[in-house]
């Protein structure tokens, strides 16, 4: 369609839509979100009658899928290496010009414009710059609203808007998507969650689901949560990155059966008796706290988005995003639960940003826990209460992450630090966006998780944080002289007194392990057996695995400290293997190829991880 065919109100909608202000807060190039890169506030109309854009097909998800594939054709008469196209939704702002209401908003300032969900430069396509036309695809998701693609010239510093398509929408924009499982309070409780456009109103939200060989299902009801511009701290979040996050709904199923496997599938009862179904899918529950089966973890930190339509310039903000969910995709039936410990989606304050997130990891998390932690890029905004008082969070101030992911905090989830077991494994989850120090009531939490495992049946005792409190050799520590989040030590009596076995950091991104270490001396000696430990080891591992996917970061120059023993700089991810409450197995595995390239053993008896070692044991007496 030209341009000359469109309603004038859409054109002006689009524009707005191309006003936003983008600025970009973080100097080092990895953490530039690439929509912040497109300067809209410069934007200016400039409709092209000989210009034209065109998307199909105009109704997507017809059969209930909640992604598709859409075909763009674009053409102008000057084509050069400024052109681009970007994605609008919703497709029609003219609710929000000149009123109080924008998208679907009913506190925002008049006429405020909003960003794209994605774009990409003409000059991707190989033949525009010689012919002034091309295709190109989108893989479009279900954002309970429609779309419209823009074509401008421009450049992203001067934007020019020539052409705006067609609006094209799925069947039912409001239809239930992108299911998430998560482990509740109890073992034997599954959270799942998902999202979708229907308000209480509308229609009840529930998952009916059953354990294989029974006959019957049950309905499980589900909460509803939601939040709005005001619940947000600062911009983009409240501004040109704010989009309607719908809702998002949380079922419990209770009272599973141990290793059991079910099926779900989620749904909404509407007004008049029918019901939107989402998509199905199975689960295996989780063992019982000290039973000894297979058992396989997944952890790593600071994936954010992938795109496998090629868009928005990904490859350089977190080149590696889609590699691991690929690879974690292929080896599913290889792991039991998974840990994404921090800066998770790197949306940096442009919302629809969480929503391409939770379809990226659908696959995964529609069938295994997916356990999250928070992050710098999740919560860190200044004075909101944070440990830290910068705005890596870019406005958003754990919103998004707390509401679009159930955790089983202690309290709530904005106090993100919780306990999991899993089998023969207790994870203690930290908050590093909060203080952790003694006297804290974060430190009080640790303090507790360790000491509720009973490591007769629990004997894999594993902290999992954001940022590295213990020991990395990255460029940034090494600079400040810590070598680890300052202060972040305070932790390390802890580690000591409860045996902690692990402890597994992200925001580094690289692959960084020590040895058994305490008080910065390996309480293990020798580079030749650091791959093999058995009995007492008598300090904690600590390793940085910071490498789903954000841009990755070299280390400090010059010789390697002591407790060093382990470095790669690739994308990939740890995964922890038990079958027995006696040996453990530990390997980083890479995205790309799917091979292992550090692993050891950790081999011993009960007796073991009670020995005492410096500071680990309460005093005692001689008496007989």
């Known amino acids: 369609m030209g341009a ?51 998307a199909s097909p105009d109704v997507l998800g017809k059969d209930g899928e909640d992604s598709a594939w859409v075909t763009v054709n674009f053409t102008t008469p000057s084509p050069s290496s400024d052109h681009w196209i970007g994605l609008f939704s919703p497709a029609d702002l003219t609710s929000g010009i000149g009123s109080s209401k924008v998208a679907g908003e009913g506190d925002g300032p008049a006429a405020l414009p909003v960003a794209p ?78 999202t979708s456009g229907y308000t209480m109103d509308e229609a009840y939200p529930f998952v009916e689901w059953r354990m294989k060989g029974e006959e019957t299902s049950k309905r499980t009801p589900a909460g509803t949560l939601t939040f709005t511009r005001g619940h947000l701290c600062g911009d983009p979040a409240r501004g040109q990155g704010y989009r309607d996050p719908g809702f998002i709904h949380t079922a419990f199923l209770k009272d599973l059966w141990p290793n059991r496997e079910y099926s779900y599938q989620i749904g909404h009862e509407l007004q008049d008796g029918t019901v939107a179904w989402g998509k199905a899918a199975t689960f295996r529950a989780s063992p019982y706290p000290g039973q000894a089966s297979l058992q396989r973890v997944v952890v790593f930190g600071d994936m954010g988005l992938g795109a496998m339509d090629g868009s928005s310039e990904l490859q350089g903000f977190q080149p590696g995003a889609q590699v691991t969910t690929d690879r974690l995709v292929k080896d599913l039936p290889n792991y039991d639960a998974v840990f994404h410990i921090g800066d998770l989606s790197y949306a940096n304050g442009f919302l629809a940003q969480w929503d391409q997130f939770t379809a990226q990891i659908e696959p995964i998390a529609s069938k295994v826990p997916y356990m999250v932690a928070s992050g710098n890029h999740e919560r860190t905004y200044m004075d909101t209460g944070g440990f830290y008082n910068g705005n890596d969070s870019h406005g958003e101030c754990g919103v998004p992450a707390e509401t679009y992911f159930y955790v089983p905090a202690a309290a709530h989830r904005g106090k993100f630090w919780y306990a999991a077991d899993y089998g023969m494994f207790r994870f203690c989850v930290g908050d590093t966006e909060h203080d952790w120090r003694p006297g804290t009531e ?157 692993s050891f053993t950790i081999t011993r008896d009960y007796k073991d991880i009670m020995a005492c070692a410096v500071d680990s044991c309460a005093p005692h007496t001689l008496a007989n």
């Not at 020991?471 to 000591?496: I, K, V």
Request: proline letters at 5%; glycine letters at 8%; hydrophobic letters at 40%.
């Open 442 to 598: 974060q430190h009080a939490f640790l303090d507790a998780c360790f000491a509720g495992a009973d490591r007769k049946h629990q004997p894999w005792l594993v902290f999992l944080a954001h940022r590295p409190l213990g020991y990395s050799s990255n460029d940034f520590y090494a600079e400040e002289g810590s070598f680890a989040e300052p202060m972040g030590r305070a932790l390390q009596p802890l580690w000591q007194r409860h045996r902690v076995d692990l402890a597994i950091y992200g925001h580094v991104h690289n692959y960084e392990r020590t040895c058994p270490v305490y008080e910065n001396t390996c309480t293990v000696k020798g580079k030749d057996k650091q791959s093999s430990y058995a009995g007492a080891m008598g300090g904690t591992i600590h390793v940085v695995a910071g490498t789903g996917g954000a841009k990755l970061r070299s280390y400090a120059g010059g010789a390697w400290p002591q407790w060093s023993v382990a470095r790669n700089e690739s994308f990939g991810y740890v995964k922890l293997t038990a079958s027995d409450h006696s040996s453990m197995r530990f390997e980083f595995i890479h995205s790309d190829d799917g091979a292992v390239h550090d």
């Open 117 to 194: 969900i994605k774009y990409k430069l003409g000059n991707s396509e190989p033949n525009f710059l010689r012919t002034g036309g091309g295709n190109t695809s989108f893989l479009v998701i279900n954002q309970r609203s429609d779309y419209a693609f823009g074509l401008f010239a421009g450049g992203k510093d001067n934007p020019k808007l020539l052409a705006v398509s067609n609006k094209i929408s799925f069947a039912n924009p409001k239809a239930p998507v992108f299911p998430r499982l998560s482990q509740g309070k109890q073992w034997d409780e599954m959270a799942v969650t998902w």
């Open 4 to 54: 000359s065919a469109l309603p004038p109100l859409l054109v002006a909608a689009v524009l707005m839509a191309a006003t936003a202000a983008m600025t970009v807060e973080d100097s080092a190039p990895d953490n530039i979100q690439p929509l912040s890169t497109l300067n809209l506030s410069a934007a200016q109309v400039a409709m092209d009658s000989s210009s034209a854009i065109h």
